[in-house]
């Protein structure tokens, strides 16, 4: 008798799938790689057009099927929300997210439903998602506490956050992420930097100008007097509210031009840009995703992060760890220094390049997917 697993692959065809979307691509591709014998993977999405339904069993090979729902998207979050549907129906099932058919079930009858928490801004940072959304989450959260059997994370920083919200004793499970697949830096790597507009030396980050993400903190940093003139590339968006990056950028005192920002970037032109800096700054100051220093790590680039515990459990040593206390003058003052640091000390920035490259190797799909198939083996 063949043991199936259905992964809940359905942010693959959401308009914009996002960091959970390069997630579960990467890891169904490695429980499909990894699947035991007598076991195979299939695949939940939710009433989409044909052409999605094609693109994800391409970018899926050697799934064994792939179910879809009645309702659409929207309707189908809603629904599972309210626990109003029984579709797909039981079975082992593994959601990459929170979106999941969360309901009362038998798991002596061989029913599982295993989702997984990627952070908790919907109570920690509500006013970074809309209010629906938030709701969403937080009901679902709760949800998941009601029924689910297990809750993956992907640091034990973030597990006592989930477990602080509600008491999920022992069904919690760390079980890390990696670098996305395809992060290589291609042999035309100079040419995509100058089409980029980015020059053979500079900074990056990632993030947007709300005060807890610690962009805005980086830019103060780079336009204290003394700093090395370097320009810093940012991928996310221009703007946070009525505030403009570029201008926000000048009255930190950092010459006009000095700052290039991406919206989104290629995997080939991240790996480029990520590859070539002379130092990758994870600057916020709560809720980091662990995922941007694992792909800085793996590309052999200096790390200066600060240091909340998801960074800290993390990097374990491989990055300059900037203590934020609070967050204000003294965190952009200690922010300026390291990177002024590993700028101008190649020693340095050799001795992070190497911990960091070493680090990276902590970090496989193939293993999270192991595990993933172990805790279903558990359960």
Not at 154 to 182: E, K, P
Not at 230 to 236: E, K, S, T
Not at 337 to 361: F, M, N
Request: net charge negative.
């Amino acid at each position: 008798m063949t043991t199936r697993l259905r992964v809940v692959v359905d942010q693959l065809a959401a308009p914009v799938p996002g960091a959970i979307g390069r997630y579960t691509l990467d890891l169904t591709r490695a429980l499909i790689a990894t699947t035991p014998v007598d076991c195979e993977v299939a695949g939940i999405v939710s009433s989409s057009p044909p052409a999605d339904y094609e693109r994800i069993e391409a970018e899926l090979p050697g799934l064994a099927d792939l179910y879809r729902t009645s309702l659409a998207r929207r309707e189908l979050a809603a629904a599972w929300q309210m626990g109003l549907t029984t579709s797909p129906g039981g079975g082992i099932i593994h959601s990459t997210s929170l979106f999941a058919p969360l309901r009362k079930h038998d798991r002596a009858s061989g029913n599982q439903v295993v989702v997984t928490v990627h952070d908790t801004m919907a109570t920690t940072h509500p006013e970074s998602l809309s209010t629906a959304e938030g709701a969403w989450r937080r009901a679902m959260l709760k949800r998941a506490w009601k029924h689910a059997d297990a809750v993956v994370v992907s640091t034990h920083a973030l597990a006592g956050r989930v477990g602080d919200l509600h008491d999920f004793g022992d069904r919690i499970r760390v079980i890390s992420s990696a670098a996305r697949s395809g992060l290589t830096v291609p042999a035309d790597a100079e040419r995509r930097l100058e089409a980029l507009g980015l020059p053979r030396a500079y900074l990056m980050t990632v993030g947007s100008l709300e005060p807890h993400r610690g962009v805005g903190d980086v830019l103060a940093a780079l336009g204290r007097l003394g700093m090395p003139e370097l320009p810093l590339a940012v991928i996310g968006p221009r703007e946070w509210g009525e505030q403009q990056l570029a201008n926000v950028a000048e009255e930190s005192g950092l010459r006009r031009g000095m700052v290039q920002s991406f919206d989104t970037l290629s995997d080939e032109d991240l790996a480029v840009v990520l590859g070539g800096a002379t130092a990758f700054i994870a600057p916020r100051h709560e809720e980091g995703d662990p995922a941007t220093l694992i792909e800085a790590f793996s590309l052999g680039t200096p790390v200066i992060h600060s240091d909340i515990p998801e960074y800290v459990e993390t990097a374990a040593g491989a990055g300059l760890a900037v203590a934020v206390g609070v967050a204000g003058e003294g965190y952009v003052n200690r922010l300026a220094a390291a990177i002024s640091t590993v700028v101008t000390d190649k020693k340095i920035a050799e001795r992070l390049s190497i911990a960091g490259h070493d680090r990276a190797r902590a970090f496989s799909w193939r293993d999270s997917a192991e595990r993933v198939w172990q805790l279903h083996a558990d359960l």
